[in-house]
């Protein structure tokens, strides 16, 4: 799979709906699917596996929602995504989910049918966490695809050779074919070739992928060394990480970052302003703390409260299916740029300062998502929390003008301080504990961007925290990572609430 980027993995995508992992990663799972099928569908068979994470969470937390909606061929911020069902029947595609016993390593796998009147395809793909995928096989051959590059699939008689300038070509047996796969910046020429049947596979990633790329550093430690005692800002430093992997220039770079927090400030305000949606626990909740903040009557918590009262109007947007950033998740999309933008406003600093702490925080990122991961579903909210306070305590100290080691200092202490932490959603929504578990991560980014500003040891190198991290999931019961089946989830209020919200859904019968 291709190479980390802050704009593929890190901050975003740009989406709507309640879990990055879960709605997102499914639209682009759905959209690869459809160009399989060249948009030709009548019956789409979906297969999870019973030890996973999706049999009990893929309605509520937005995967079908997203895999409908990359099925119609929609983008993750479509406005249209609530509506993903309806519009599917309405297409005539027949969709079939069953829960099936095969043992899936990954607790994201999603296994396809395709089928229309000439042909019928399958697809097996993981979502890896953050809205990122991995294709692992189609039509039962391993097919490898991370949904960056134009996938050309060519299948031939075995007698005949061919040749493909591109990044990549892979060759895989069927019967009497071969099938070539062909990765490239563009969809190849193949008018001059016998094939029997050709697939075009278009990228479904902001950043496409490249197979020679030279990267500065892919770890902490390695960027470490390399800067030495410049004492390059972290920002700059992430600007000379992403000009190698897109092949950006500076000044490309710093201006996808801004497009990306001014998204996250009109993001903010329709959320302080009020949103509806009707399937959720919580309802509008950010504009009464506005209320009292502005008179005076909470508690003085300084730049604080404003940050929380992002926050809070973040998440509101998520659970509404407005348009939010996965930064790095849409479970943890609130707390990075609430304490960002939030702080930022306090100081006065302006968007391009905003996005040079956003950039900071998405090297922390690069980080964690090169060595581990960004899902729930398999590190637990460490995985998401955790990774949320640690970037956003790098992009603090960036923005109070700390030295590079101090940002490096404040994401460690902040990650320290979160492993452990298990996902538990409240009547298998993304809301509660998600809420608290975003503010507690932004209140935590600021402490410890605090305490590395004043030159507290966090004695432990980022790295070995990530490591560390990784090292704690893979002892966490499967309860414990985004499952609906422990912790808060499973208590009594909580299945109550679930079973009101199944009710209401269905038309109240309350039997659900």
């Known amino acids: ?70 099925l119609l061929g929609w983008d993750a911020d479509d406005e249209r995504l609530p509506d993903s069902a309806q519009a599917l029947e309405n297409a005539g595609i027949t969709l079939r989910f069953e829960t099936v016993d095969v043992g899936d390593p990954h607790p994201n796998t999603y296994r396809l049918t395709l089928r229309n009147a000439r042909e019928q395809h399958s ?23 991370d949904g960056g590059y134009h996938e050309t699939l060519i299948w031939l008689p075995k007698t005949v050779q061919a040749e493909f300038e591109a990044d990549e070509v892979l060759r895989h047996a069927a019967g009497d074919l071969h099938v070539f796969q062909v990765k490239a910046a563009a969809f190849v020429r193949t008018e001059h070739l016998p094939a029997i049947a050709v697939k075009r596979l278009s990228p479904v990633l902001p950043v496409p992928s490249r197979k020679e ?24 430093l992430a600007v000379a990480y992403e000009m190698a992997r897109g092949k950006f220039t500076e000044r490309d770079v710093i201006e996808k970052m801004i497009a990306i927090v001014r998204i996250l400030r009109k993001s903010i305000t ?70 960002v933008i939030g702080m930022a406003e306090a100081m006065g600093k302006s968007e391009e300062e905003m996005a040079q702490a956003m950039l900071a ?48 200092a404040a994401a460690s202490l902040a990650f320290q301080s979160m492993l452990g932490l298990i996902c538990d959603p409240i009547a298998n929504r993304v809301e509660a504990p998600c809420l608290g578990k975003n503010v507690m991560a932004a209140s935590n980014a600021l402490s410890c961007a605090n305490m590395a500003l004043a030159d507290f040891d966090p004695l432990i190198p980022l790295d070995e925290v990530i490591d560390a991290a990784k090292s704690v999931a893979e002892r966490m ?6 499952t609906s089946l422990g912790g808060l989830a499973v208590t009594p209020t909580s299945l109550e609430i679930q079973k009101r919200l199944s009710a209401k859904k269905c038309g109240g019968c309350g039997s659900c």
Request: with cysteine.
């Open 1 to 70: 799979m291709s190479a980390v980027s802050i704009f593929n993995d890190v901050i975003g995508p740009v989406m709507r709906g309640p879990s990055s992992s879960h709605c997102a990663a499914a639209l682009r799972i759905g959209r690869l699917a459809r160009d399989l099928m060249e948009g030709d569908m009548i019956e789409v068979l979906v297969e999870f596996d019973r030890s996973g994470s999706l049999p009990t969470t893929h309605e509520s937390q937005g995967s079908d929602m997203g895999l409908f909606g990359g």
């Open 361 to 408: 925080s998405g090297i922390v990122g690069v980080f964690i998502a090169t060595r581990w991961t960004f899902a729930a579903e398999v590190g637990g909210c460490q995985a998401e929390g955790g990774a949320a306070a640690s970037m956003a305590a790098a992009a603090l100290v960036t923005l109070a003008g700390g030295t590079r080691d101090q940002a490096i």
């Open 213 to 236: 790329m030279r990267l500065p550093f892919t770890s902490c430690a390695e960027m470490l060394a390399q800067d030495g005692a410049r004492q390059t800002p972290l920002w700059q």
């Open 270 to 339: 329709s959320g302080i302003a009020g949103t509806q949606y009707e399937d959720r626990v919580l309802g509008h909740q950010s504009g009464r703390f506005n209320e009292l903040m502005q008179a005076g009557r909470l508690l003085d918590g300084g730049a604080l409260n404003r940050i929380v009262l992002y926050v809070t109007a973040l998440m509101e947007v998520k659970s509404s299916m407005g348009v939010i950033v996965a930064a790095p998740t849409a479970g943890a999309c609130a707390a990075l740029p609430g304490a």
């Open 123 to 145: 697809l097996i793909a993981i979502s890896t966490g953050g809205g990122m995928i991995e294709v692992l096989s189609i039509d039962g051959m391993p097919m490898p695809m």
């Open 477 to 482: 019961p499967r309860e414990h990572r985004c």
